[in-house]
């Protein structure tokens, strides 16, 4: 089944303690991308990447590391989480090419509380 | 940078009535595409519109776009229960750069 896997769905941690969600897809897809959601401001989009070693800042990017080794793997790092990371994020890819091109498929998200 | 802006922020129908959801943009767009989300799930995606297309039907969904104005709308024909969620419009300026979405508008069909 195609689809986009984040883990872990659920965190809490305390401030300063650095956590890595992972997020892997299996529809070798070129591009991905991590958003965070927040009550009234829709989804923002953190970092993305067009390809392997390939990444670029989104809207939020402060505070937030990612990497791409592989390209199936795109995870999301918080190096020293603050209380206002505190969020529902979502990874999500899409194709660069093709009739679903920019079509963006998107995991079941990870809701993260940091104390 | 808020490029998406969804009009209303909320809306509230009967079932079998129609219902428009409008989204502005402030910058030149390669595509803009249309999610829906239910309750804090993932996002899934309805329809992708270029920037060379007016207009696009699946199903029960009609979404237009002018460019001219900036904006885009999507219209649900026929609403039901289950058409209750949050509805995005998300834009990209070509077709390798960021995403923008909008704050969304939460439709709410009642049975």
């Known amino acids: 089944e195609a689809q986009v896997t984040q883990n872990p769905r659920y965190l809490i941690t305390v401030t300063g303690k650095k956590l890595t969600v992972t997020c892997s897809q299996n529809?070798?897809?070129?591009?991905m991308s991590w958003y965070r959601q927040d009550p009234g401001l829709g989804l923002r989009q953190i970092y993305y990447?067009?390809?392997?070693?390939?990444?670029d800042k989104g809207d939020v990017p402060e505070g937030y590391k990612v990497s791409r080794k592989e390209k199936r793997n795109f995870p999301l790092i918080l190096e020293s989480p603050s209380p206002n990371q505190t969020s529902l994020y979502f990874c999500?890819?899409?194709?660069?090419?093709?009739?679903?091109?920019?079509?963006?498929?998107f995991g079941a998200g990870t809701r993260l509380s940091v104390l | 940078s808020q490029q998406g802006e969804e009009d209303p922020q909320a809306l509230s129908i009967q079932e079998g009535e129609n219902a428009t959801m409008n989204c502005s943009y402030k910058?030149?767009?390669?595509?803009l595409q249309w999610y829906r989300q239910n309750s804090g799930r993932g996002l899934v995606h309805l329809i992708l519109?270029?920037?060379?297309?007016r207009e696009k039907h699946s199903g029960r969904l009609r979404v237009t776009l002018d460019t001219s104005k900036k904006s885009s709308s999507l219209l649900i024909t026929a609403s039901r229960a289950a058409d209750t969620a949050s509805y995005f419009c998300?834009?990209?300026?070509?077709?390798?750069?960021?995403?923008?979405f909008g704050p969304g508008t939460s439709l709410s069909v009642i049975p």
């Open positions: 529809m070798n897809h070129e591009y």
């Open positions: 998300a834009t990209m300026k070509t077709s390798y750069d960021k995403v923008i």
């Open positions: 519109i270029r920037s060379n297309e």
């Open positions: 910058t030149s767009i390669n595509n």
């Open positions: 999500a890819s899409s194709p660069t090419g093709g009739i679903a091109k920019n079509i963006q498929y």
């Open positions: 990447s067009m390809n392997v070693e390939v990444t």
